[in-house]
């Protein structure tokens, strides 16, 4: 495997493949940089355009690292700022919800588990390929992280809550719903969307702490996370409440710095303008 000095190199030469030649979902990620980022010339969105895809062929590349990456490596690479706050919610001898997001580098989370007594779990939509996603089960599951699909998130849960068996579940809920499967709508990057609500739903129905992981960039290879206690009651808050206050510390995340953002994903494709002009891809 490339040591990160050569990976980075490499990543560059990717990175004009995918953007200059193939040009891998350029138009929706333009799009979503105009409806999200109006206030922007086009010549600002560009270099947050560019920028995006240079990190995103450098966050593929750390991907397919992870798979022989040391843990002193990857843990002076992803530094949890303050991981004291979790380990306060584990003495409450209660699972957790981990909320987070496509920012950053989430492929890096999983090695939260170095500092977990619970069992991790990491939710994801199963891969339609199926060598890719054997892949990817692979990679995520280097860190003694389990993963389960979205279908499996339900059952586990169940079946861990009547073991008894304290755990921590990681929610990327961020990405679209289907429309007709929807709950709930919020707005997001000044466009009302449907978002998923499952991680607030689950945490309420088995009492289980929330917390929202905001990862940040700090230059090249290297990122930060802090945790945030989202709800250490989530029975007593209204319903949909915990899930908004994800979706705008995201959306203060993303404005911050928007070029570590998925902007490949058609997120707002069920979106609604404030002028109620519904966005179509």
Known sequence: MLPFRLLYLFSDFIYIIIYHIVGYRKKTVRKNLAITLPHLSDKERLVIEKKFYHHMCDMFLEMIKTMN????????????????IYKELEKQERSVALICSHYAS??????MNYYTLFQGYGIYKQIKNPYFDKLVHKIRSKFNAKLITTKQTVPT??????????????????????????????????????????????????????????????????????LE?????????????????????????????????????????????DSNNQEKE
């Open 106 to 111: 989430y492929e890096w989370i999983i090695s």
């Open 229 to 273: 206690l989202l709800s250490d009651n989530p029975r007593e808050v209204p319903n949909y409440e915990i899930t908004d206050q994800f979706i705008k510390l995201l959306e203060k995340q993303i404005y911050e710095t928007p070029e570590y953002y998925l902007w490949t994903h058609k997120r707002w494709k069920h979106g609604h303008t």
């Open 69 to 84: 990456i040391s843990k002193e490596e990857i843990c002076k690479r992803f530094v949890f700022k303050n991981i004291e």
């Open 157 to 226: 849960i169940i079946k861990n809550n009547r073991d008894k068996k304290l755990s921590i579940y990681g929610f990327a809920s961020d990405q679209s719903p289907k429309e007709k499967n929807a709950f709930h709508h919020t707005e997001f990057m000044g466009i009302k969307v449907p978002v998923h609500t499952g991680a607030e739903m689950l945490a309420k129905r088995y009492n289980m702490n929330v917390v929202y992981l905001n990862t940040k960039k700090v230059k090249r290879g290297y990122y930060e996370a802090t």
